[in-house]
C-alpha cells in the first residue's frame, strides 16, 4: 500500500535549522510531483513547497531563500530544508504525492520554533 512516512520534525529556537524527510512507498515515486505543506493551529493546510519530476521547484513567498525542497528518486525520498526558522513556521508538516487524479498524504510532523 502507499506509504508516506515523514521525519525530522521537533523543536528549534528562532534561527535554527531543521531537515524533514519523507520515505515513500507503495507507488511509482518519480512519476510523481513531490511537495511539502503545512497546518499550523486554526489554519488552512498551506503549501510549502513543490517539486516536478523533472526537479523544477516553487516555493511560498513567506520560505523563500529559506527552505530547500529536494528528491532523491533513487531512494524514494523528498527533504525540506529549512533554515532561518521563524515562530510562524511552526505547524505539521506534510509530504504529499501528486500525480493527475492522484494525491497521497503522509501523516504529518510537528515542528515548532520556540526559544
Known amino acids: 500500500q502507499v506509504q508516506l512516512v515523514e521525519s525530522g520534525g521537533g523543536l528549534v529556537q528562532p534561527g535554527g535549522s531543521l531537515r524533514l524527510s519523507c520515505a515513500a512507498s507503495?507507488?511509482?515515486?518519480?512519476?510523481?510531483?513531490m511537495g511539502w505543506y503545512r497546518q499550523a493551529p486554526g489554519k488552512q493546510r498551506e503549501l510549502v513547497a513543490t517539486i516536478t519530476l523533472g526537479g523544477s521547484t516553487n516555493y511560498t513567498n513567506s520560505v523563500k531563500g529559506r527552505f530547500t525542497i529536494s528528491r532523491d528518486n533513487a531512494k524514494n525520498t523528498v527533504s525540506l530544508q529549512m533554515n532561518s526558522l521563524k515562530p510562524e513556521d511552526t505547524a505539521v508538516y506534510y509530504c504529499?504525492?501528486?500525480?493527475?487524479?492522484?494525491?497521497?498524504w503522509g501523516q504529518g510532523t510537528q515542528v515548532t520554533v520556540s526559544s
Open positions: 507503495g507507488f511509482t515515486f518519480s512519476l510523481y510531483a
Open positions: 504529499n504525492a501528486a500525480r493527475a487524479y492522484y494525491a497521497y
